[in-house]
């Protein structure tokens, strides 16, 4: 193929044929790797041309519609095949009507046009509490839910120990909990539980209920304790330990539960079935079919590997097993709904802040159950960066932009409202990828990748419809190699910014990190994220000895690390009149930013050295693993945790 057909297909296909990475550099990507990235684009999706060119309107700002047709073609306006509009073309437009409500819809014309038109109106923007409206700022307290130590948990921290935090924290004055993100894992392989690499971003991880909280577990009589306690007292969580038990304690509660639940039980599991309906079908078949045939969907027996509706009602009629699962979903989403339930009755004005991941593992349930509307075979990342040198392959897939514009956004819709159901907040990973999305073709490395770009104002016009129907704020992880005026577009949505102060310098001037009044309004706040260090290995410098001691490149000199650490001094010194450096002088800091929300990290608070997450790593580090040294029991009587507390409240950070 030549050079000027393959940049031709490229632009059809909204492929990028050079870009610019986060050091400015100029990178052109290779024809190779570019033809690789159209192969897979062409096989998967509707043929070019099917797919609706979509007109987004704001309720209250419905324009006209140009370019769609001449002067006396007539339209028509229908959702869900009803006409709720009609009229002909005037001046070259089509205009709406003012009082058309916020939905999707479909835009017939006659003659009809060479390619379909669908019209998004939506909200004027993302929802939230009318108290952030006059300027309201509070704080949140963030953990690792697997992380969390009790003396009553198996092992891996679970909804139980969320509730307690849940209310714990309402005491110190957060305003929400923030969590990792509590997708479904495969729960094959020990060493696959990133949370950011789920099999469902549907569905919820099982190792999070609390078994024993189930009406119909036995207790003691299921003779699992010793193991409960041998699990409970491992320095980090231990997943080849923690899975078969947690599995083993949900089947004898499954069990139980066919054989005595209550009649108001059995109702409300009913009701969760037929709410959830072919999705959770979808989810149950794969975890049946997985433990059944192993390894990834691609390679089971060809019956299975894209089956038909039908098929999966079918294995649902035999197979106990599909029961099994919709009911460990099912506790799951109860126990979860009374974590945001008890977030409610203290008043908070987050509750539970969720987080939703930028992809899911190619071999997931989710690529198998919506085939065709993930790319699996082009592996989402980001281009060499300062701290990334040599880029990332983060082995996710992605949607298929295309199929997302034929299907109005079914599947982002559905993930979107399964995180939002039970959350006051949502953060979405990598809210770059709406804009365009860094894809590496399987078979080359992180650096050859190249961006494809989506349908960035209908994804956002979605957003705000779902967020103003759950009633959920909405934050954009916007870090890393941000375009001009994509700030601006997710401020104009009211889709909060993320904000973490390790980044937040002066770079074009002394490099000296910016004082409080420069954070924007709209923003979340943060000393550092999970992929960064915490506040004490910071410090230390033990997360460049982390990595130099796992050969890889931490994008910072250990005299660069002390000039920052000088900066920093100095901008507390400047803005605060802190004599020391501390996380307390931290925590005052940023909350004398008017951003709406600051998050404390537990890790912070009990100055843990070690992150929970170290990107470019598997299992030569214990990511997702580690457990806080304090446990719930005594959150509240640990000074550093309270003095923290105290100073946001002395700040104007706490609610009530």
């Known amino acids: 193929m030549s050079e000027g057909e393959l940049s031709r297909r490229a632009e ?111 909200p004027e923007a993302a929802w939230q509490p009318k108290a952030f409206d006059k300027g309201g700022r509070v704080w949140a307290l963030a953990v690792q839910l697997y992380g969390v130590r009790s003396e009553r948990n198996w092992g891996i921290g679970d909804f ?62 299921a003779g699992l304790g010793d193991d409960v306690v041998r699990l409970r007292a491992a320095a980090q969580v231990d997943y080849a330990g923690v899975i078969p038990l947690k599995l083993k304690g949900l089947r004898i509660a499954f069990e139980a539960f066919r054989e005595r639940a209550s009649e108001e039980r059995r109702a409300d599991f009913a009701a969760f079935k037929a709410e959830r309906g072919d999705w959770l079908a979808g989810y149950c078949a794969f975890m049946v079919l997985r433990a059944r045939h192993g390894g990834p969907w691609w390679n089971w027996p060809e019956e299975w590997r894209a089956p038909s509706r039908e098929a999966i009602a079918s294995l649902a009629a035999s197979a106990a097993d599909m029961e099994f699962h919709a009911f460990v979903q099912w506790t799951a989403d109860r126990q979860l709904a009374a974590c945001s339930a008890a977030a409610a009755e203290a008043g908070m004005p987050v509750g539970l802040y969720l987080d939703v991941a930028v992809g899911v593992a190619a071999d997931s349930a989710d690529v198998w159950s919506s085939q065709g509307a993930y790319v699996r075979e082009l592996s989402a990342g980001a281009p060499p960066d300062l701290l990334n040198t040599a880029g990332q392959d983060w082995g996710l897939a992605s949607f298929n932009p295309r199929v997302l514009m034929a299907t109005d956004f079914a599947l982002l819709r559905e993930t979107l409202r399964a995180v939002m159901r039970h959350a006051g907040a949502i953060r ?78 002066e770079w074009t001037t002394d490099s000296s990190f910016s004082p409080p009044a420069k954070y924007p309004a709209q923003a979340l706040v943060s000393f550092s994220t999970h992929d960064l260090s915490t506040f004490s290995g910071w410090m230390s410098g033990h997360d460049l000895d982390v990595k130099h001691g796992l050969g890889l490149d931490p994008g910072e000199t250990a005299d660069e690390r002390r000039q920052a650490q000088t900066r920093i001094a100095e901008a507390l010194r400047r803005d605060i009149a802190a004599e020391h450096l501390s996380f307390d002088g931290i925590a005052r800091f940023l909350a004398r930013t008017p951003s709406r929300l600051m998050v404390v990290a ?15 790593t598997i299992n030569e580090h214990p990511n997702w693993r580690q457990k806080l040294p304090v446990r719930l029991e005594d959150f509240s009587a640990d000074h550093r945790l309270t003095e923290i507390a105290r100073i946001l409240r002395e700040e104007g950070r706490a609610f009530g």
């Not at 041309?49 to 769609?68: L, M, N, S, T």
């Not at 990828?433 to 590496?440: A, E, K, P």
């Not at 537990?602 to 470019?616: C, L, T, Y």
Request: hydrophobic content about 40%; proline content about 8%.
């Open 602 to 616: 537990a890790e912070d608070a009990f100055q843990v050295a070690d992150q929970p997450n170290v990107p470019g």
């Open 12 to 122: 059809t296909f909204g492929v990028e044929t050079s870009y610019y990475d986060a050091r400015g550099q100029f990178r052109e990507v290779s024809d190779d790797a570019l033809a690789a990235v159209l192969d897979v684009l062409a096989r998967s999706g509707p043929p070019l041309g099917a797919e609706p060119h979509i007109h987004v309107r704001r309720k209250g700002h419905i324009d006209p519609i140009y370019g769609v047709c001449g002067d006396g073609t007539t339209w028509r306006l229908t959702r869900a095949g009803r006409t709720v509009a009609s009229g002909t073309c005037e001046h070259g437009a089509v205009v709406l009507p003012e009082k058309t409500k916020i939905g999707s819809y479909q835009l017939q014309l006659e003659p009809p046009g060479p390619r379909p038109q669908a019209v998004l109106v939506a």
């Open 160 to 221: 139980s120990d969320l509730r307690a935090l849940v209310r714990l924290a309402g005491r110190l004055g957060a305003a929400g909990v923030a969590l990792n993100p509590l997708h479904a894992i495969a729960l094959d392989d020990p060493g696959a539980i990133s949370p950011y690499s789920p099999t469902s971003r549907l569905f919820l991880n099982p190792l999070y209920i609390d078994v024993a909280a189930i009406p119909e577990f036995p207790g003691a009589a």
């Open 428 to 505: 979405l990973d990598h809210v770059l990828g709406f804009n365009r999305l860094y894809m590496v073709p399987h078979g080359f490395k992180a650096d050859q990748g190249t961006y494809v770009r989506f349908p960035l104002e209908a994804m956002m016009a979605v957003v705000a419809q779902e967020s103003q129907a759950a009633h959920c704020i909405v934050i954009g992880e916007d870090l890393g190699t941000v375009p001009d005026g994509f700030r601006e577009t997710l401020a104009g949505w009211n889709v909060w910014s993320y904000r973490i102060m390790l980044f937040e310098r």
